[in-house]
């Protein structure tokens, strides 16, 4: 079983519709949740990281449930700018075991 | 500078021919890491080094991938024989001190012919 999965879409929305992306870990000694962007034959970059009161940036909501070991991404009132794949990162202990979901494609169509 | 340099870009491979992937990390970063990623797939961890020590080489798929970074700053990630599953996208990271967060270099292309 992978350590992070995610539901790899793809997504396709209209411009101003609200998403959300699911991400589950199997490991509970996780210890710290990310969200990245990885755009089209470029390198993955931080989003946000997830923070266990939830936490939020603009128009992006990112939100972890512990018990059930997942992590959500919202996404209101997509631009096309948003048009990406979305990675789930889960950091399990003592800073360097980063892993990776496959991603969620998201496309937002005008 | 501007963040952490890969070299080459984009490599071609015949089968059978050794590679070497550079990376150059922001100077006093402490963490260095290599990631593979498969076309549509997520990066995959390959090692890690904390300064010039590899802590962990559990994700190296073969004998035939090596990694090192001597003086605790460039790493080079060494594939011997290359073969056509090596097809991908080689992602160097670093992680600064006292943060727990990967900061990605643009990665290096590695297409097996």
């Known amino acids: 079983r992978k350590e992070v999965e995610q539901d790899p879409g793809p997504f396709n929305v209209p411009e101003g519709a609200t998403v959300a992306f699911n991400c589950t870990y199997s490991?509970?000694?996780?210890?710290?949740f990310f969200w990245y962007r990885q755009d089209c034959r470029k390198e993955p970059k931080l989003l946000m990281s997830?923070?266990?009161s939830g936490n939020e940036d603009g128009r992006f909501t990112a939100q972890l449930n512990r018990a059930s070991q997942y992590i959500s991404l919202l996404i209101r009132d997509s631009k096309l700018s948003d048009s990406a794949t979305y990675l789930c990162?889960?950091?399990?202990?003592?800073?360097?075991?980063?892993?990776f979901g496959t991603g969620t494609s998201l496309t937002v169509i005008p | 500078g501007a963040g952490v340099s890969q070299s080459p870009r984009y490599k071609v491979a015949k089968r059978g021919q050794d590679v070497a992937l550079r990376c150059d990390p922001i100077?006093?970063?402490?963490?260095l890491f290599w990631y593979q990623q498969a076309l549509g797939q997520g990066p995959e961890f390959l090692t890690y080094?904390?300064?010039?020590?590899?802590?962990?080489k559990s994700g190296l798929p073969s004998d035939r991938f090596f990694a090192e970074r001597p003086e605790g700053s460039v790493s080079t990630l060494k594939i011997q024989r290359t073969q056509q599953e090596d097809s991908a996208v080689y992602l160097c990271?670093?992680?600064?001190?006292?943060?727990?967060?990967?900061?990605f270099g643009a990665g290096s292309r590695l297409t097996v012919l």
């Open positions: 990162v889960v950091n399990v202990r003592d800073g360097n075991q980063f892993y």
């Open positions: 490991n509970s000694a996780s210890q710290s």
């Open positions: 997830v923070y266990s």
């Open positions: 100077s006093g970063h402490v963490s």
């Open positions: 080094f904390q300064n010039e020590a590899q802590l962990d």
């Open positions: 990271a670093e992680r600064r001190l006292g943060a727990n967060v990967l900061t």
